[in-house]
């Protein structure tokens, strides 16, 4: 139910506003397993004369919201099979979807999907579809995106770099957790503390502390602000390299914040 108020919420009042409402609720009311025929069936009732941009914008965003992956793939589908020109803004929600489920599979499908429709990614696509490579532990696919956003002439952000960043730090690729650290500079897109986080977080698991420790000093001069959990990783790169003393400073330090 709070899945359902969550997805009815992100629902702005307009046209159809209501219409929308009901679609999401019976939607979201369907028992599982999920019958393809049942979901496009409720779609065929609440929509008998198709949908437009914002109405399919707002049904996927709204079930996706709600993280009811399997109903926005069908949704996504019911759209296709209905002739629907789908935007990069549809993708993008349901690919976000994926993100949460951490169903990469299924987003590289959709960005494969997108780019042979000739639609193309935007930043919040991109974003998405590396969100999801990082939650599947895909940093090669993740870093390679951010070379192609570059390349192409998308506008990258903080997000870009940062899930890019988190994916190799996961699996202890600190060199290329830096160095997309240094195309971010270059790139001129501005360092955010989760930034920052996830570059020390990947030093510090490469067992390479004192580039950590490196990187935690400098955030003052980037007008960067510490959090809990900047602390916390320049704290274990310490510890990791006996320096007991800086971990206690450190500690001193983020207590007295």
Avoid at 48 to 56: E, F, H, I, K, Q
Avoid at 116 to 128: E, I, M
Wanted: contains cysteine.
């Amino acid at each position: 139910m709070v899945q359902t108020m969550n997805a009815l919420a992100c629902l702005k009042p307009g046209l159809g506003h209501d219409r929308i409402q009901s679609l999401l609720q019976a939607l979201l009311r369907l028992q599982l397993p999920l019958q393809p025929d049942k979901v496009f069936a409720t779609f065929d009732r609440a929509l008998p004369d198709g949908s437009d941009a914002r109405t399919c914008s707002r049904i996927l965003s709204g079930l996706a919201e709600a993280n009811a992956l399997d109903i926005t793939l069908l949704a996504l589908s019911w759209h296709e099979r209905n002739k629907f020109q789908l935007n990069c803004s549809n993708y993008s929600a349901v690919i976000d979807a994926c993100a949460k489920n951490t169903s990469w599979r299924k987003a590289l499908q959709l960005f494969s999907l997108m780019e042979h429709g000739k639609v193309r990614a935007n930043t919040t696509a991109f974003n998405s579809m590396i969100n999801a490579c990082a939650k599947g532990g895909l940093w090669e696919r993740a870093s390679w995106l951010v070379n192609s956003m570059l390349q192409g002439d998308v506008q990258t952000n903080a997000s870009s770099f940062s899930a890019a960043i988190s994916a190799c730090g996961k699996v202890g690729k600190w060199r290329n957790a830096l160095q997309l650290l240094s195309m971010m500079a270059h790139s001129k897109v501005g360092c955010s503390t989760v930034t920052c986080n996830a570059a020390i977080s990947a030093c510090e698991k490469g067992d390479e502390c004192y580039k950590a420790l490196q990187l935690f000093r400098a955030m003052p001069q980037s007008t960067v602000e510490p959090s809990s959990i900047t602390f916390s990783a320049a704290i274990s790169a310490c510890a990791k390299d006996g320096g007991w003393q800086k971990a206690v400073h450190l500690f001193r330090q983020m207590a007295q914040r």
